[in-house]
């Protein structure tokens, strides 16, 4: 690695994108926090969001984006009603694996929906402008790169104080500890869920806004291999607890930015080898996940 | 008696399906014979996942590596040396002078496969759950690494072709027959039986004495075998091949078919595989308009819609499958007491 390619911009960016990988996976930390679901259909929340800021390029701004967040938590909501609802309690690899079918379904939708017009692929330039550096103190960043980090930094407060401070928040994180004593005890297992369905949902329309930017071009498998990657820091982190997953999301998006935009690509062709490598001697080491120390952080695990 | 029987049942009904796919596809047309090969080969791949998955209930999206091993294995030691020298220069001495037969490559993929699977297992099949399924899906996206990059052991990024199309009916059903039979075999023995325990309870299983890193190993081991010899028959059935066709489009295809089918049985993992590529091949027989009663005519793209809604309504409705994970039985008035 030549140290000089090693610049601000490049730094930037990778923090720009471990928010973004960050808060997807805070959205698909919440969901297997209450049910115990990894949910491989997430990226194509995501992907629904992009599509419809694309179909809604025509639109003021903010009426896109709220119809973006319409339409993917409708989607997430329905998910959870008619998908995730009747697997309850099945084993982990049936649920992973009924995702897969959701993922591969709605990605086909997306493509016959797409292809109306002949050809695969739509344009989502509303927030374009978004790209465009600006100079702080000599130095060029990304509005986006901002943006992001605003608003995953803004939504992780948020979220915190929601599960923090709130009654459902707290529910929540009891649902997320021990799911059946936290019913016994009078939690609503339906809103529990429902809730972080909703808020995974939210967190999923946010991320479709924020990636459009950086990928103005929109196909059927947009987010696909994003959703993999946040997957695997999900899991090196520690998925057990919220707080671990989304360092491994963002410590995986960090890593991947500095990877792809510092390494000449010549050299980079058995990079992947060593990055999963390393992966697989983390889990060898700590099975449990990275950033899971001890016994105190046992505790809390939403 | 009546065991014997049933055991004689179990192995039977999986075999006399693909026998008589495998009878169809002599009556097909050749261009319809593809489907049916396509369905032998998926038997064999989604058995020899079921091998591991289905025994020890830990999740492995590895298992296509050994797949891919095996295929290129077999794909590039039986391309014939007068191309071979041409085609694929970049290949070790050794590879680029030598090739082999038919039988010798599908051995020689199966071989390959059990000590790739051995190899990797030692270390990894100390995990369970997610660790256990993220560090497989590690171990398929560095066997993809390397087979697109490294030229002197295969053709890299650029397509493998010139491989001879050996897996016809015959020996795609003989193909798919064997591999039933040893895992068929393999869930029968002590060893299977051991880790059949750990599958329903771990810790129940430690206690009275199962090593359960071990039997774990060793299915793994042998699941990665029947992967690579699986591997070879794909490589002879399509003739030529790219790194990316053994990658994450089949992972997950062919999760989904053993699941679909039930993943804790054998019969599972056949129905499972047969009912999917017979589906898929349907639908897009359908896309072109077929007749069965009356005409229909499917818009195009709308294939993979319904193959998608097809198995998600399948797995909502009836999460352990088609089969609900059991092996075949007769019928109880069928059965002798």
């Known amino acids: ?302 | 008696m009546s065991r014997r029987v049933d055991a004689l049942v179990e192995l039977a009904a999986p075999m006399l399906l693909v026998v008589a796919v495998g009878l169809l596809s002599t009556t097909a047309s050749p261009s319809n014979q593809v489907y049916f090969l396509n369905a032998l080969v998926s038997v064999a791949i989604v058995v020899a996942i079921y091998v591991f998955v289905g025994n020890s209930g830990v999740i492995s999206f590895g298992q296509i590596s050994f797949v891919a091993i095996g295929a290129f294995a077999a794909g590039v030691m039986t391309v014939p040396l007068d191309s071979k020298k041409n085609v694929l220069s970049t290949l070790f001495p050794l590879l680029r002078d030598h090739t082999i037969g038919d039988v010798p490559s599908l051995l020689l993929a199966a071989g390959l496969g059990g000590l790739f699977a051995f190899a990797v297992g030692l270390p990894l099949m100390r995990l369970t759950g997610l660790a256990a399924g993220i560090a497989t899906f590690a171990v398929l996206e560095i066997t993809n690494n390397i087979l697109r990059e490294w030229t002197s052991i295969g053709p890299g990024a650029t397509t493998l072709s010139l491989v001879p199309e050996s897996t016809g009916p015959r020996q795609g059903t003989i193909g798919a027959l064997v591999v039933i039979a040893v895992a068929f075999a393999y869930q029968r023995s002590r060893l299977g039986r051991q880790l059949r325990a750990s599958r329903e309870d771990s810790a129940a299983a430690r206690g009275v004495g199962v090593r359960v890193h071990q039997q774990r190993l060793w299915a793994f081991t042998l699941s990665g075998a029947l992967a690579g010899f699986a591997g070879a028959l794909l490589v002879h059935q399509l003739g030529s091949i790219t790194t990316d066709q053994v990658f994450l489009d089949l992972t997950f295809l062919t999760l989904l078919m053993l699941v679909f089918g039930g993943m804790t049985s054998l019969w599972g993992a056949v129905v499972g595989a047969l009912a999917i590529s017979g589906l898929d091949s349907f639908l897009s027989q359908a896309e072109e308009g077929v007749h069965i009663g009356f005409r229909l005519d499917l818009p195009t793209g709308s294939r993979f819609v319904c193959l998608g809604t097809i198995m998600a309504v399948v797995l909502i409705l009836k999460p352990s499958g088609l089969t609900g994970g059991r092996e075949f039985r007769l019928p109880r008035s069928w059965r002798r007491r």
């Open chain 1, 1 to 302: 690695m030549t140290l000089a390619t090693l610049t601000f911009q490049t730094l930037s960016d990778a923090v720009g994108l471990g928010a973004i990988y960050a808060l997807m996976a805070v959205g698909i930390g919440l969901v297997f926090g209450v049910l115990r679901l990894v949910n491989f259909a997430y990226g194509q929340l995501v992907m629904a969001g992009a599509y419809t800021l694309a179909f809604t390029a025509s639109w003021p701004i903010a009426w896109s984006i709220v119809t973006c967040f319409a339409v993917v938590v409708a989607l997430s909501l329905a998910m959870d009603l008619v998908v995730f609802r009747p697997l309850r309690g099945q084993s982990p690899a049936v649920m992973l694996v009924t995702t897969f079918a959701i993922a591969f379904l709605l990605q086909a939708i997306a493509t016959i929906v797409d292809l109306r017009n002949g050809q695969l692929g739509e344009v989502a330039p509303s927030l374009s402008s978004l790209a465009q550096p600006i100079t702080v103190w000599g130095v060029d960043i990304r509005k986006i790169t901002l943006v992001s980090i605003g608003v995953a930094a803004g939504a992780l407060i948020l979220l915190a104080l929601l599960l923090m401070r709130t009654t459902i928040g707290l529910h929540t994180r009891a649902a997320a500890a021990d799911f059946r004593t936290a019913r016994l005890v009078g939690v609503r297992a339906n809103r529990v869920i429902m809730f972080a369905v909703f808020l995974s949902g939210l967190i999923a329309a946010a991320v479709a806004v924020m990636m459009t930017v950086q990928l103005p071009f929109v196909t059927p498998d947009f987010a696909l291999y994003d959703t993999i990657v946040v997957l695997v820091g999900v899991v090196v982190g520690g998925i057990d607890r919220l707080w671990t997953a989304t360092l491994g999301g963002f410590t995986i998006g960090f890593v991947s930015g500095v990877i792809n935009s510092a390494l000449p690509t010549d050299k980079t062709v058995y990079l992947p080898s060593v990055v999963f490598a390393l992966v697989i001697l983390v889990l060898l080491l700590r099975p449990a996940g990275l950033f899971a120390w001890g016994k105190r952080a046992a505790v809390e695990r939403v």
